[in-house]
């Protein structure tokens, strides 16, 4: 079974690409500051990748 991650949305998605905020959506974060768990599976991490800059990873 896959490892469990926690995400948590630490930047705005205001002003960013059309791209991104869907990513974000998809992935749960839909206001500053909420944390998801997730598993730690090639499609999150890829999702998460592009809006690394945005979001902030730990372990679960």
């Given amino acids: 079974m896959a490892q469990e991650i ?5 930047r705005s998605w205001v002003g960013r ?3 991104h905020r869907k990513i974000l959506q998809s ?3 839909t206001r500053m500051h909420k944390t998801v768990t997730l598993y730690d599976t090639p499609q999150i991490m890829g ?3 592009k809006v ?3 979001v902030e990873v730990s372990e679960a």
């Fill in 27 to 29: 992935l749960g974060l």
């Fill in 52 to 54: 690394k800059h945005m």
């Fill in 17 to 19: 690409p059309k791209k």
């Fill in 6 to 10: 926690k995400v948590k949305l630490v």
């Fill in 47 to 49: 999702a998460v990748n």
